[in-house]
């Protein structure tokens, strides 16, 4: 009881379309693999990107108009304690006085 030619190959091509889907479920997961690996190069990129460049321009930025803003206030109200309480400096123990 051998095989028939035509059920041999009728196996031969269930096989083949088995391996193909496997070989195609493989090269998916490839892909999604590849696709991931892109996205995590991509977005070690963009923190690299915002810690580099970014954060240094707006703390640049802040702390240049902190110290324009703390500049003008030395002018207008000197070293005292109104320059460090402002309007609270009216409840300083009485030895800041």
């Given amino acids: 009881m051998h095989p028939t030619p ?5 196996s031969a091509s269930s096989s083949l379309a088995s391996d193909s889907s496997s070989t195609d ?3 998916s997961e ?3 693999r590849e696709a991931q690996l892109q996205w ?3 977005v070690r990129q963009l923190h690299a990107l915002v810690n580099l460049v970014a954060v240094p321009w707006i703390a640049r930025y802040f702390g240049r108009k902190w110290a324009y803003w703390l500049f ?3 002018l207008h109200v000197g070293i005292g304690k109104h320059f460090f309480l402002g309007s609270f400096a009216r409840y300083a123990p009485q030895t800041w006085r």
């Fill in 6 to 10: 035509r059920s041999r190959s009728s």
């Fill in 25 to 27: 479920s493989w090269d």
């Fill in 40 to 42: 995590d190069e991509s």
């Fill in 72 to 74: 003008e206030r030395y």
């Fill in 30 to 32: 490839l892909e999604a």
